[in-house]
């Protein structure tokens, strides 16, 4: 079973950027749709954005022209590249793997924190 671990987290100002990464082992990464979530204190977890075997993307509006998500399958990583980043982005993000008939798996997450 895949086994997934996220960097990249940490304590930002509004308008800055971070890249977060999360590392799958253990699994065929190339098969898998990749996503981030993220979840605020006191909120449910979210979608952010997810990247398909394929290459197709989607990402929730908020998020949009800000964030970019992109798969190196052959460093079998996948790549959060956050910027323009606002207070309310701040949330432990998560990342996924799963997709049509595989047992979803999830990172440890890491803390974002963006400061006004």
């Known amino acids: 079973q895949v086994q997934l671990v996220e960097s990249g987290g940490g304590l930002v100002q509004a308008g800055g950027s971070l890249r977060l990464s999360c590392a799958a082992s253990g699994g065929i990464f190339s098969v898998y749709t990749m996503g981030w979530y993220r979840q605020a204190p006191g909120k449910q977890r979210e979608l952010v954005t997810v990247i398909t075997q394929g290459g197709n993307t989607n990402y929730v509006d908020s998020v949009k022209g800000r964030f970019t998500i992109s798969r190196d399958n052959a460093k079998n990583t996948v790549y959060l590249q956050m910027n323009s980043l606002k207070p309310e982005d701040t949330a432990v993000y998560y990342c996924?793997?799963?997709?049509?008939?595989?047992?979803?798996?999830w990172g440890q997450g890491t803390q974002v924190t963006v400061s006004s």
């Open positions: 996924n793997a799963g997709g049509p008939g595989i047992r979803s798996v």
